[in-house]
DNA sequence: TGATTGGTTCGAAATTATTCGAACCAATCA
DNA sequence: TGATTGGTTCGAATAATTTCGAACCAATCA
């Protein structure tokens, strides 16, 4: 019995939506994980959310909408999953874009 | 009687929100309607939807959603309205950002 | 003045997004 | 094996957005 590994569909480059990277983004909760994550890959138990009683089910949404978009990948790691901003892909696909919402959200 | 002009409400530059602004441009026809204005102001009446059979209330709605994140200026102009893109509000609280929007938004 | 044009606002209906608990699954460790 | 940890998925409830017609308003022009 091989048993199924849990890899979640993530969007090629070619096929992420700027609209749908927006909307990722114009969360306030959602903005806040991919700055945690600008800072390199992040296992998702060590990735906090501003509030600790979320619960782990929002958290998960939170996240699909996010690697949906192409803004995220999350792959499984050991026990648990590795998040990691897709920089590569979205510099390619819209250039300057990530960088400027990252130093945007910084100074307010 | 001095009749009360039609004057919008705008937000000042210093009360605009990232992620009003993102959520904002998150939606396709909203986004249609700033690249369009990214040529320079125009008339509401000659700023068009992608389809022309959308009603005036649903047009005003998406100017309204665009005016309230601070994306555009919607002003009294004789008969209409007068649409522009807050080009240099824009830049000086979110550098960069307008501009990767429309780039990677032309591309597609 | 009256008719027309261009646009806002309101309220209701429809659509989407968010939130959360419960059920479930896989990996680790006792 | 059994218990624990970390996480996804489903379904239902709620909340937020969108859409549209109707009512309204101000400016222009006949």
Chains 1, 2 share one sequence.
Not at 1 to 24: C, G, K, N, W, Y
Not at 46 to 67: E, F, G, N, Y
């Amino acid at each position: 019995m091989t048993s199924e590994i849990t890899e979640l569909p993530h969007p090629a480059r070619s096929d992420m939506q700027l609209t749908d990277v927006l909307f990722a983004l114009s969360d306030p909760e959602r903005l806040a994980i991919v700055r945690q994550l600008a800072g390199g890959p992040l296992e998702m138990a060590q990735c906090h959310l501003s509030d600790p009683a979320i619960p782990k089910s929002t958290k998960s949404h939170l996240m699909k909408v996010l690697r949906e978009a192409g803004v995220i990948r999350n792959e499984p790691l050991g026990r648990g999953r590795r998040l990691s901003l897709r920089h590569d892909d979205l510099e390619a696909r819209f250039p300057g874009l990530l960088g400027s919402v990252l130093s945007a959200s910084a100074e307010a």
